[in-house]
Nanobody, 115 residues
């Protein structure tokens, strides 16, 4: 079973919104810090947002004020709400634990911001 499966990506116009979801099938999900990462073409993967065991979050400066993340420990999911999207947000978005575990990288979900 794939540990983490991302969904919710798509094509959106600048200024639009998307909500990404990550379904986790890892044991004891509630005891892991979770995070969202993204990788744009020809760029390194970067941390976008992190949510700790409770509700504490850390958001990258590049998306602060536009992105939020939250988790549902009952359903083993974590979400990334993305507002006021910009073309530079175009990337494949991944979820993983924090710090990331190599065996948990999934296929990600592609977000394309274009008019």
């Amino acid at each position: 079973q794939v540990p983490l499966v991302e969904s919710g990506g798509g094509l959106v116009q600048p200024g639009g919104s998307l909500r990404l979801s990550c379904a986790a099938s890892i044991s004891n999900f509630r005891y892991f810090h979770m995070a969202w990462y993204r990788q744009a073409p020809e760029k390194q993967r970067e941390l976008v947002a992190r949510i700790d065991l409770g509700t504490g979050t850390i958001i990258a400066d590049s998306v602060k004020g536009r992105f939020t993340t939250f988790r549902d420990n009952t359903n083993n999911t974590v979400h990334l709400q993305m507002n006021s999207l910009k073309p530079e947000d175009t990337a494949t978005y991944f979820c993983n634990i924090y710090p990331p575990r190599n065996s948990y990288w999934g296929k990600g979900t592609l977000v394309t911001v274009a008019s």
